[in-house]
């Protein structure tokens, strides 16, 4: 796998950009120059200040460190994003086996269900469950997951569909063997590959949606992820203030981390799915090694 | 539907030493109606993918299944290995009768059929799950057409040849299962076994993948092998060995084995007796040098005619007939062969012709024995 | 060969490389033949041989890694390795084709088969527009035995042995000299084999038809073919008439392999096998290519790669050891 990425340099700079993340996520205690837990006792000049030697990236509309909240707020996303990626993928990943092994009655209910979720406009739906179940981070996390199984139910379920017709299955039912050791020995190792490329895009996804509920303000209140620091800034009169530090550092973030993600799991994807992988003719003027090597030898 | 039991004795000897008796094996598939022909009450249409097909195995004999595709010899197999359940007929291994016994769910998928025997097959809906036809599957292995395809490309040499043992519950100590292994290896020409255990499909070649299959289906120490086209998919360099292979195990551990293959050159040089089928039946059957020299049936010398060999300096006439086999839905009125048959009489449309014995255990299927030979042209 | 007439293609001294991450492999190596007018060439081996390669360096037709790094392939006297992209587009279906392996299953299943052979017609301005081309289609269904009616429908709608007739049409569309057949009857029934096998004869007693037929029959080659090319790991092993070859084969890979094949016409003759593995290409021996696995390897082959030697008047080989004494 490790090999696979190598090869693509895009993803090479994703996994670059995402173990950055990682690290500024993991080490925040110690990268951030400033606890944001602290309280501060803050005079005007502090509000939305420019940023300076003392705040590289300024300060918010609480006088808070713009990085420190910055570098903490990865933490968020990230937990986030990674967490409610694992729920989809596992919930995505059942269905999809059942329905893609067992097809029948059980595979077409478990497609129709497949089919309302994905119907469902998400995004309003995850702002109503937030809403009425209240805004914990737990809550986000499970409002994202149960609602981002279905690109992963589908490409599970395709894959389990074709694997199970293949010869070497055939040759397993041959020797007497029943669907569970099927799907335990021959299935689910091939599918597994493919389910890993695609959670990494979920993630990127998930990411994207806890940004936005957060950003509308139904984020977990005790915690500040990006787009909570997006949410304050714009409510906050960051942008009358002039404060673009405010905006551009939390809005940043999350177009790193998503991007990074992306790169990853299309790279993993290509690497896993060989029918994504393109061979092109030649141009004709390449194939041949170059006009002076063909020489009339007689 | 005529069941074409043979009269001769070429056809059931329940003698001690007989493994496989099958007798009047029929497989059909229905093929869906439509709203219109249900609401119409018009009889549903039918796939004879096998029609009638009877035939013994000694122990330690290779009998050869030939035809070309859609002929019913994959089928055949996979009603033979318990896949497919029958429509009618009786299979007898052992003495023991084992039509009935089935799995669930039962049947293997219509593409996977038809991948295989190139016709159009439906799925068989799942039937009563039994448990003795999970022993019986250790008496009866399978080796498959592609070396490519049989083995999960994740799974090690080991891992393959184990699972048969994994599956059965059997030698579940480490130590024993790792020598059954190891033997069964090298029983299937991988020596030194310990070399190959670790590696994975894509390191192997395609006659040493095929080895492994192979080891994988002796490790149970069946008394049974069904090869489907063992050799179609490998370089014709190697293929002797492998069918060499099979040769020894027959002679060295009385393996009965049922070569299947459309391929007449191969089954011609190894095998003991050969059935050659059409559309579901067997039309000739009897002792494969003797079939080879003096074929009976018009298609089993219109198939000798066209099999090309690597001799330029033979001039035959080749008999090519035209057109394609016609499909097993719509079969014709009595001799099924007829539409292409080159010497077909009136009588042929009228009467269906079963298997006339013409002594040594040579039968054929044609209304213009009768005991007198037809002209030989060859 | 010498014979008088000058040959349709001439191929000479033909090498081509793939350039991988996995290294240089050398697929095919220092290749020289000739085709006449009306005649048949089999090109002989087995899988990793070279020869769907060498097919399709004649017609710059290599995927990405592909390159091209000697000799000169002569249709009708001209160098068609020299020409620019746009004049090789022009020649390619005019004067030579191809009959891809497994063409027949790679049609586009929701096309009807007529259209498909008009666009071949259309690319090549032999026809003004796919309407116009219908009469060719219908002549063309005809000439391969298939009924002209049939042009209308899909090609799930034939048989494997009709597609494959309907991949010959195709090919034959801009009525070329030469067409090349990889495997074409690989797939099929021996029945319909022999249909297509007598098809291409006819197109050359009807057509003059010049073809090289790629397989690894032998037994396919003897039935229609008048010369043969046996190749190994991507070299010529040895080249003749398939009398030569079949009759007096002198190279121990022709020999052995014709031993491989099992002969209805003698059936008590055992079938043997070649122990070993063809060479992978990007790691070849020093040496002749077929040495690990010959019976008759000396010292001399394995450092020294034999060079394409004329045998006999008109024979080539790739062997030290043969005219060896007693050989």
């Known amino acids: ?298 | 539907m005529s069941a074409a039991l043979p009269a001769g004795d070429a056809g059931i000897r329940p003698a001690a030493d007989t493994v496989l008796e099958v007798e009047g094996l029929f497989k059909h598939f229905p093929l869906p109606r439509g709203l219109l022909g249900a609401l119409l009450g018009r009889p549903g249409r039918v796939v004879h993918a096998v029609d009638g097909v009877s035939f013994t195995l000694a122990r330690g004999e290779i009998l050869a299944l030939v035809g070309e595709s859609g002929c019913g010899k994959t089928t055949t197999a996979l009603a033979l290995m318990g896949l497919q359940p029958a429509s009618a007929g009786s299979i007898r291994f052992n003495g023991q009768d084992v039509t009935h016994l089935s799995e669930h769910p039962g049947g293997v998928p219509r593409a996977m059929v038809a991948a295989l025997d190139g016709a159009a097959y439906r799925r068989e809906p799942s039937v009563a799950p039994a448990l003795t036809l999970k022993r019986l599957r250790r008496q009866i292995q399978m080796v498959f057409q592609d070396p490519y395809e049989s083995l999960n490309p994740r799974a090690t040499v080991y891992e393959a040849v184990a699972e048969p043992l994994e599956v059965h519950g059997l030698e579940q100590d480490r130590e024993s299962r790792l020598n059954r292994v190891r033997g069964a290896l090298e029983d299937a020409g991988l020596k030194p076994a310990q070399a190959y255990l670790n590696r994975l499909p894509h390191e192997l070649s395609g006659g040493q993948r095929q080895r492994v299959v192979i080891a994988g289906a002796l490790v149970l120490e069946p008394s049974l092998l069904i090869a489907d086209e063992p050799v179609s998919m490998l370089d014709v360099s190697i293929r002797a060995e492998l069918l060499n292979l099979l040769d020894e195990l027959r002679s060295r551990r009385g393996i009965s084995i049922l070569y299947i293959t459309h391929d007449l050159g191969t089954a011609a040089c190894f095998t003991d007796r050969i059935a050659v089928m059409y559309l579901g039946r067997i039309v000739e059957i009897g002792p494969t040098r003797r079939v080879l020299a003096d074929p009976q049936h018009p298609y089993t010398r219109a198939l000798l005619s066209v099999v090309p060999v690597p001799n330029p300096r033979l001039r035959r006439t080749r008999q090519i007939l035209g057109g394609e086999t016609p499909n097993p839905i719509d079969l014709p009125r009595g001799c099924r062969f007829r539409p292409r048959c080159p010497v077909a009489v009136e009588r042929c449309a009228e009467v269906d012709p079963s298997l006339t014995p013409l002594g040594d255990g040579h039968e054929a299927a044609c209304l213009l024995l009768d005991g007198a030979r037809l002209l030989n042209s060859a | 060969m010498e014979r008088a007439e000058t040959p349709l293609l001439e191929v000479r001294h033909l090498s081509t490389n793939f350039v991988t991450d996995e290294g240089v492999f050398r697929a095919v190596e220092d290749l020289s033949f000739q085709l006449r007018r009306g005649e048949f060439l089999g090109l002989v081996g087995e899988s990793g041989c070279g020869k769907t390669t060498a097919m399709l360096s004649v017609l710059r037709l290599l995927p990405a890694a592909g390159r091209i790094v000697s000799g000169e392939v002569l249709l009708e006297g001209e160098d068609i390795l020299k020409l620019d992209a746009a004049e090789m587009r022009r020649m390619r279906w005019r004067k030579m084709s191809i009959i891809f392996q497994g063409a027949m299953n790679a049609l586009n299943p929701v096309r009807n088969v007529g259209d498909q052979i008009a666009e071949a017609l259309v690319l090549h301005d032999m026809a003004p527009s796919r309407r116009r081309a219908a009469a060719r289609v219908g002549e063309l269904l005809e000439l391969v035995g298939i009924d002209a009616d049939r042009a209308d429908q899909f090609p799930h709608q034939y048989s494997g042995g009709m597609r494959q007739r309907a991949m010959i049409a195709m090919a034959l569309a801009c009525s070329p000299q030469v067409v090349i057949a990889d495997e074409p009857t690989t797939a099929l029934d021996v029945m319909i084999q022999a249909q297509i096998l007598e098809l291409l004869e006819r197109l050359q007693r009807e057509l003059g038809l010049s073809v090289i037929l790629v397989t690894h029959d032998l037994s396919v080659v003897a039935e229609v073919c008048h010369d043969v090319l046996v190749m190994y790991g991507g070299v010529l092993a040895e080249y003749a008439t398939v009398d030569e070859i079949y009759n007096e084969p002198l190279h121990p890979y022709t020999r052995l392999l014709l031993e491989a094949f099992p002969d209805l016409s003698r059936p008590d003759e055992r079938m043997i096998s070649i122990p070993g593995q063809p060479p992978r290409l990007n790691d070849l021996p020093a040496g002749c290519r077929f040495a690990p696995r010959c019976p008759m390897v000396i010292d001399r082959c394995r450092i020294e790669p034999p060079p394409v030697r004329q045998v006999r008047p008109g024979r080539w080989a790739t062997c030290h050891r043969i005219d060896e004494a007693g050989t």
């Not at chain 1, 017709?165 to 597994?192: D, K, T, W, Y």
């Open chain 1, 1 to 298: 796998m490790l090999a696979q990425l190598r090869r693509s340099p895009l993803g090479v700079v994703g996994a670059f950009m995402l173990g950055l993340a990682l690290i500024a996520a993991t080490f925040a205690p110690w990268l951030a120059p400033y606890d944001p837990e602290q309280t501060i006792h803050v005079t005007i000049e502090d509000i939305y200040a420019r940023p300076s030697a003392e705040h590289i990236l300024g300060t918010d509309d609480g006088g808070n460190d713009v990085l420190s909240a910055f570098i903490f707020g990865s933490r968020v996303s990230l937990l986030v994003g990674f967490s409610a990626s694992l729920i989809s993928m596992f919930i995505g990943g059942a269905v999809g086996l059942v329905a893609g092994f067992y097809g029948g009655r059980i595979g077409n209910a478990l497609m129709r269900l497949t089919d309302i979720f994905l119907v469902i406009p998400d995004l309003p739906l995850m702002i109503v469950i937030v809403a009425m179940v209240g805004p914990s981070l737990w809550n986000i996390i499970l409002v994202i997951g149960i609602l981002g199984w279905t690109g992963t139910a589908r490409m599970v379920r395709a894959q389990a569909l074709s694997l199970k017709e293949r010869q070497f299955v055939l040759r397993a039912r041959a020797l007497g063997a029943g669907n569970f050791h099927i799907l335990r020995r021959h299935i689910f190792p091939l599918v597994l590959p493919l389910m890993v490329a695609n959670t990494v895009l979920v993630i990127s996804l998930s990411i994207l949606s806890e940004s936005t509920l957060s950003f509308l303000g139904l984020g977990d209140p005790t915690t500040l992820s990006w787009g909570g620091m997006l949410n304050f800034a714009f409510t906050r009169g960051a942008i009358s203030a002039r404060a673009w530090w405010a905006l551009v550092a939390p809005g940043l973030g999350i177009v790193w981390v998503v991007l990074a993600c992306t790169l990853v799991g299309n790279t993993l994807e290509e690497a896993f799915n060989p029918r994504l992988q393109s061979h092109h003719l030649q141009g004709e003027d390449k194939m041949i090694a170059s006009p002076s090597h063909i020489q009339a030898e007689g």
